[in-house]
T-cell receptor
Framework: DQQVKQNSPSLSVQEGRISILNCDYT??????FLWYKKYPAEGPTFLIS?????DKNEDGRFTVFLNKSAKHLSLHIVPSQPGDSAVYFC???????????FGTGTSLTVIP | DVKVTQSSRYLVKRTGEKVFLECVQD?????MFWYRQDPGLGLRLIYF???????EKGDIPEGYSVSREKKERFSLILESASTNQTSMYLC?????????FGQGTRLTVV
């Protein structure tokens, strides 16, 4: 059973606009959440993370929001750039970080 | 910077062959993982290891085995490759703050 879900397989956004990628999880024991970016034929690279004690974390153009009561997190990219076009994976881990549970990914296309 | 290195970027193997995928990390991480990525299925965990000589099954261990003889090295073994094991294989190592991935191995079984 998928514990981390990304219900949108793809998203297209105009350059300069905001991209919002969504992720839902089912396990209330998850303590730490991460977003990864993946280009074709490469491994995922870490983008941004958030601890369960926070509801927002910002790093440059990237902001992650966490709504624990809804078991939902989102990644906002603003402004979107063509180089942001990639597959984005949401992941969650427990307090010890011994395992990471990944969503199925959302393919973002930023149109110039 | 953490470096996770997978021995091959691309591999083509025949059905029935025994296949070894090697992964080395340089940050003294305790935890290492093997995932496979398939379209529409995301990253699925095959095996992981918390320490040398320790291994745990992930979600899809069938047809695979692993070896962790040294802390920095985690090997994935396909005992008898089959066409449904054609996939992108990703190795990762981790500490609490996140998992770091290798560049991936695109394996094609013909």
């Amino acid at each position: 059973d998928q514990q981390v879900k990304q219900n949108s397989p793809s998203l297209s956004v105009q350059e300069g606009r905001i991209s919002i990628l969504n992720c839902d999880y089912t396990n209330s024991m998850f303590d730490y959440f991460l977003w990864y970016k993946k280009y074709p034929a490469e491994g995922p690279t870490f983008l941004i993370s958030i601890s369960s004690i926070k509801d927002k974390n910002e790093d440059g153009r990237f902001t992650v929001f966490l709504n624990k009561s809804a078991k939902h997190l989102s990644l906002h990219i603003v402004p979107s750039q063509p180089g942001d076009s990639a597959v984005y994976f949401c992941a969650a881990s427990d307090r010890m970080g011994n395992q990471f549970y990944f969503g199925t990914g959302t393919s973002l296309t930023v149109i110039p | 910077d953490v470096k996770v290195t997978q021995s091959s970027r691309y591999l083509v193997k025949r059905t029935g062959e025994k296949v070894f995928l090697e992964c080395v990390q340089d940050m003294d991480h305790e935890n290492m993982f093997w995932y496979r990525q398939d379209p529409g299925l995301g990253l699925r965990l095959i095996y992981f290891s918390y320490d040398v000589k320790m291994k745990e099954k992930g979600d899809i261990p069938e047809g695979y085995s692993v070896s962790r003889e040294k802390k920095e090295r985690f090997s994935l073994i396909l005992e008898s490759a089959s066409t449904n094991q054609t996939s992108m294989y990703l190795c990762a190592s981790s500490f609490y703050l996140g998992a770091f991935f290798g560049q991936g191995t695109r394996l094609t079984v013909v």
